[in-house]
């Protein structure tokens, strides 16, 4: 089992220190992808953003190019909060259940706690862009995928390790819980109410139960 | 047990007949809901509508008074035609597992036919407006948690004929089903591959095979 997140946070040896540039151009993709979250990739105009950020349209225009480039960044963007927050700390649990059920657990954490108001950014930008093909879907559709399989990756381990019926199909399984954390996770935002998110925790655990070997 | 779907069809005495200012309104919203399942609820401007149903805007502002009046109304026909090819060919079913199975089969179908190209209408809406409080929202949402309450009360009637686990709680069984239909919905939009709604069935199967007693 690897060390848990706390003995880690202090200092993370893999951030380097960055630049000015590097900083402003992170610090204005972070505000994109909240804001993303509330008015959808479409709405990201650099107009509106430079307004969010306190820049001059120009001054933006001078880090993204158009707005295909701004939308591609933020979703790159949004992808390395979702691991920072998400996949790197359920990756220190054992692989199998317990690292599955921690998977779950910070995305839920993550919704509430409203790191983007409009909860998963993946999920607001695939309701979004479900209709709108292009490089600015698959990169959004890319991450969900990456998702599902991360989380059949460790249904398949806790099969191996005895855990979970080896009869049960891997996807199938990564399917069903997503489907529990989308949905919790759009009652949420609407609602607001956490009973969202235990609906998700109670679902997770009547499906996994039901196969516990 | 209710008449087929067969039976009742070919004339429906509920139906009447429409003036033509009436027939163009439905029309009217029946193209706005289709066009807001793509460009949202919020992108639904007068303006676009009017290039969509091949209208002035000064005539379909003679229909609806305000953008906001024209979402409502959107919602209302988007609610109308779900009741049309779901909820009411379902409600033939008898009570119980069979008009469950019914829900879930009629949601899919409406979904792989395109009837809105952006898939299930109020998925669409609550992941567009789950951030945008006011009429509209609740307009929609007031409708997901009708259709939830519909599904629980099928749970319910499934319990009392003795083919469900009484102990298990019908919100919460409504809540796993509608999760699998709002993911298999989102990625068949976004994919247009019936395997994610294969996902669903297999998904509420389970979920049902496991509940039965």
Redesign the interface.
Known sequence: MSSPAHERSPSRPSRRRRSDGERSRAAILREAARLA??E?LDGLSLARLADAVGMSKSGLFAHFGSKEELQLATIEAASAIYDDLVIEPAGEQAAGVRRLRAYIERFLDHVQEGVF???CFF??A???????PGPV?DGA?AFSQRWLTLLAEQVAAAQAAGDLDPVADPP?IA??L???M???N?QF???SDPAALD?VR??AD??LS?LAV
């Open positions: 979250t509330v959808g108001p409009g909860g999920v607001s695939m309701g979004e862009l479900g209709t709108h879907r559709m199938q399917f069903e997503n489907a529990y989308v949905l919790g759009m935002v609407a609602t609906r109670r679902a009547a499906r039901a």
